[in-house]
């Protein structure tokens, strides 16, 4: 990873499903890294605050690139709101339901990052279809085969993977 350059932007796409956290860092129209995390089948967190959970990675991807300027895209108009409430310095972000603390801590992390690491954010919201993290969240149905009720998840997924990889 070379030293950024002063005048350098830096897009940063994020995006969250029911399966995955997907995020992509972009420079000069090229993608330098792109990471997925694959959700626990359990998680039963709001999307919201996971699609937070995907800025929040990649901002620190970004930070590793050493990016100062960076350009947050994400295609959850909630979040896109939220994370431009801590860029803009609004001081009560509007938040509601049973979620309340766990996305106030989330876009403290969001504030604090930008102020230790002096970022430079801009947050834009973008169509689902145009975001380049949406594919790192996906995965194709076949794929996902769920388990038999003597067969434990782990197998199921060694079995789904076999499968998917005997039929390419």
Same mark, same amino acid.
């Given at each position: 990873?070379?030293?950024?350059?002063?005048?350098?932007?830096?897009?940063?796409?994020?995006?969250a499903?029911?399966?995955?956290?997907?995020?992509?860092?972009?420079?000069?129209?090229?993608?330098?890294?792109?990471?997925?995390?694959?959700?626990?089948?359990?998680?039963? =967190?709001?999307?919201?605050?996971? !699609?937070?959970?995907? @800025?929040?990675?990649? /901002? $620190?991807?970004? *930070?590793? #690139?050493?990016?100062?300027?960076?350009?947050?895209?994400?295609?959850?108009?909630t979040?896109?709101?939220?994370?431009?409430?801590?860029?803009?310095?609004?001081?009560?972000t509007?938040?509601?339901?049973?979620?309340?603390?766990?996305?106030? =801590?989330?876009?403290?992390?969001? !504030?604090?990052?930008? @102020?230790?690491?002096? /970022? $430079?954010?801009? *947050?834009? #919201?973008?169509?689902?279809?145009?975001?380049?993290?949406?594919?790192?969240?996906?995965?194709?149905?076949?794929?996902?085969?769920?388990?038999?009720?003597?067969?434990?998840?782990?197998?199921?997924?060694?079995?789904?993977?076999?499968?998917?990889?005997?039929?390419?």
């Open positions: 990873r070379g030293p950024a350059t002063a005048d350098s932007e830096f897009t940063v796409w994020c995006d499903s029911n399966i995955a956290i997907g995020v992509a860092v972009e420079k000069d129209g090229c993608i330098l890294e792109d990471k997925a995390w694959l959700r626990p089948a359990n998680d039963k =967190r709001h999307i919201n605050v996971i !699609e937070l959970e995907a @800025a929040i990675r990649g /901002l $620190n991807l970004a *930070v590793r #690139w050493k990016a100062t300027k960076i350009w947050l895209m994400t295609d959850s108009k979040a896109a709101s939220w994370l431009r409430d801590v860029v803009h310095g609004v001081q009560r509007r938040v509601k339901g049973l979620h309340v603390t766990v996305v106030l =801590r989330r876009l403290q992390i969001v !504030e604090d990052m930008i @102020a230790t690491a002096d /970022l $430079n954010v801009s *947050v834009v #919201w973008v169509e689902s279809r145009k975001n380049v993290a949406d594919a790192l969240t996906r995965v194709p149905a076949k794929w996902l085969m769920k388990p038999q009720e003597d067969q434990p998840a782990a197998v199921a997924a060694s079995a789904a993977a076999a499968a998917a990889a005997a039929a390419a």
